[in-house]
């Protein structure tokens, strides 16, 4: 009995072991799939867009302009959340929406 729970031990250590993931990050859009919950930005992006493979160039380019759009990329798992905030008008997320410049 002794011999099995020998392998059961030489088995655990023989497992290769899995990188943790870090959580969602608000970001660039690069790596994780995010949803754009700003103003349209005419010829540039629309709310609601999701990204999953990157930002398109348009959208970067716009982002240096208007370093506050990088806030308003949303990872997936927070878009209720957001979502909830920018219906209060006192909220960081709320006046970073006003503040981007749609024209």
Do not use: C, F, H, W
């Amino acid at each position: 009995m002794s011999e099995a729970k020998d392998d059961v031990k030489g088995m655990a250590a023989v497992q290769p072991k899995t990188k943790k993931k870090e959580g969602p990050k608000q970001g660039d859009g690069q790596g994780q799939t995010v949803m754009y919950l700003g103003p349209t930005i005419k010829g540039v992006v629309a709310t609601g867009t999701i990204y999953s493979n990157g930002l398109p160039k348009a959208l970067e380019e716009e982002m240096k302009k208007q370093p506050l759009i990088k806030e308003l990329l949303t990872p997936v798992g927070q878009i209720a959340e957001k979502q909830k905030a920018l219906k209060d008008n006192g909220s960081a997320i709320s006046v970073m929406y006003r503040k981007i410049i749609t024209e």
